[in-house]
């Protein structure tokens, strides 16, 4: 059963960057589809961006993140990142990487529920 365990968490000032990455084991981790989402306190979670393999091409960015966001993956090192820059208070949230079916990765992001997950990073943006 795959694994994920994020990092890179932190607290950062508005205007900053900050590099999320997710480990995953237990399994390869290039037949999956990943994403990123992020949840803050009294708020729903909230997809950020998901990705496939580069074949099928699929990467989704939340609007509020696109421009400013961008979603990687290094399959031989069984890790995805997410790099954010110029962000800003209302980024502020728990960071959970996900992964899934490798087709549910569409360009209006994930259409089914992710079937793994990681605990979440805290990412705090101060103004």
């Known amino acids: 059963q795959l694994q994920l365990a994020e990092s890179g968490g932190g607290l950062v000032q508005s205007g900053g960057s900050l590099t999320l990455s997710c480990i995953a084991s237990?399994?390869?981790?290039?037949?999956?589809?990943v994403a990123w989402f992020r949840q803050a306190p009294g708020k729903e979670r909230e997809e950020v961006s998901c990705m496939n393999n580069p074949h099928l091409g699929n990467i989704y960015y939340a609007d509020s993140v696109k421009g400013r966001f961008n979603i990687s993956r290094d399959n031989a090192k069984h890790t995805v990142y997410l790099q954010m820059n110029g962000l800003k208070s209302g980024d502020t949230a728990t960071y959970y990487c996900?992964?899934?079916?490798?087709?549910?990765?569409?360009?209006?992001?994930?259409?089914?529920?992710?079937?793994?997950w990681g605990k979440g990073t805290q990412v705090t943006v101060s103004s």
């Open positions: 237990g399994s390869t981790l290039d037949v999956y589809a």
């Open positions: 996900a992964a899934g079916n490798l087709l549910h990765c569409r360009q209006q992001g994930f259409t089914h529920e992710p079937w793994y």
